[in-house]
């Protein structure tokens, strides 16, 4: 076998086992509880990197290697409901495509936020949040949650009677009894004990004016002069993480831990990066246009909504060889950043 075809084979190997285009991606209509609850039926939870939250085994887990943080995805209709819950680590979200609202509190009393595409939100643990697409056309939002375990959801009280009346069982577990088909509980297993008011009680309670700060806006990344650019000759804007001053970097508006960083990047036509590697796994999620990633082996042209993660160590480059900037948010491991190691001065 010649060069070109050893190098053709290893970048099919390394695209299977890292690139999920968006048209691949597989659903799971039946993810949580209350996906047979009203105005709930039809959204549509996705599994990339690791294996969220979801209380359906038969949920599709993309790309199962632990990264230190999950990545997944939620497309709604217009209308559709996710019901009020909390998670035990972050929850972030990039608006890819429609208009979102997220609701406070156990009974969305305690304020709202309305999004659009590009908009970032980053949702503290222990704090009662929903949300619903507010648009007119089918929305898709990219999430990213904390930890390579993110635990369970606790749901709010209304949502457990909601889905026994509907046919679905809760355990202790964190999966699910579906009564409609005739399953019950297993020997040895529990159902998960209702929140009470009692429970909910305990969270966190979050305002719209707190909330506020855990949003930055797509007009916020465009409203800098220029966009800081890294050494490897990328823009990036910081969203979550610390300051990098190696990078000539500030830190994200959301600075807390989340146990990983992320940033938009915007890579103008005709431009191509420096080829370097980093000290840590960089998952790439589209947004915008048309990013080239240029391997050792070839390159793949990433489209609106793919998503590929990078190994560790790997060199890469970035170009874009359309007329329209290509945008991406990237996810990297870690609260505070490392600059990435450059490999020749290409760029």
């Not at 890292?18 to 209350?34: G, M, Q, S």
Request: charged share 25%.
């Amino acid at each position: 076998m010649d060069q070109a075809a050893l190098k053709d084979n290893s970048l099919k190997e390394l695209l299977d086992e890292r690139l999920v285009r968006y048209v691949d991606l597989k659903p799971c209509t039946t993810a949580f509880i209350d996906t047979r609850t009203p105005g709930r039926q039809q959204k549509e939870n996705f599994t990339i990197i690791g294996p969220g939250v979801a209380e359906n085994p038969d949920q599709h887990v993309h790309i199962e290697e632990p990264h230190g943080f999950n990545i997944g995805g939620a497309r709604q209709p217009p209308g559709c409901i996710n019901s009020q819950h909390s998670h035990e680590t972050a929850e972030v979200f990039i608006i890819h495509a429609g208009t979102w609202a997220f609701y406070l509190g156990p009974n969305c009393e305690d304020g709202e936020v309305v999004l659009g595409p590009g908009d970032s939100i980053s949702i503290p643990v222990n704090v009662f949040r929903g949300f619903k697409n507010v648009g007119e056309d089918v929305g898709y939002m990219f999430a990213v949650l904390g930890g390579d375990d993110p635990g369970h959801v606790t749901w709010a009280p209304d949502v457990f009677d909601s889905a026994q009346k509907y046919g679905l069982i809760l355990l202790e577990d964190g999966s699910l009894v579906d009564t409609t088909k005739g399953e019950s509980i297993p020997e040895g297993k529990k159902a998960m004990a209702a929140t009470t008011p009692e429970d909910a009680e305990q969270l966190r309670t979050l305002t719209a004016d707190d909330i506020a700060k855990c949003v930055v806006l797509h007009n916020d990344l465009h409203a800098q002069e220029s966009a800081s650019l890294t050494p490897c000759g990328i823009n990036e804007y910081p969203i979550i993480g610390a300051e990098s001053p190696d990078e000539g970097l500030v830190a994200g508006k959301m600075n807390w831990p989340h146990g990983f960083h992320v940033r938009h990047m915007s890579v103008d036509p005709g431009f191509e990066s420096k080829q370097h590697s980093r000290h840590e796994e960089e998952v790439i999620f589209v947004h915008d246009g048309t990013l080239t990633v240029c391997f050792e082996e070839g390159e793949v042209a990433l489209v609106s909504g793919d998503v590929l993660t990078v190994p560790v160590g790997k060199p890469r480059s970035f170009c874009n060889r359309n007329d329209d900037i290509a945008e991406a948010y990237v996810v990297r491991g870690g609260d505070h950043p490392s600059p990435p190691t450059l490999l020749n001065t290409r760029g």
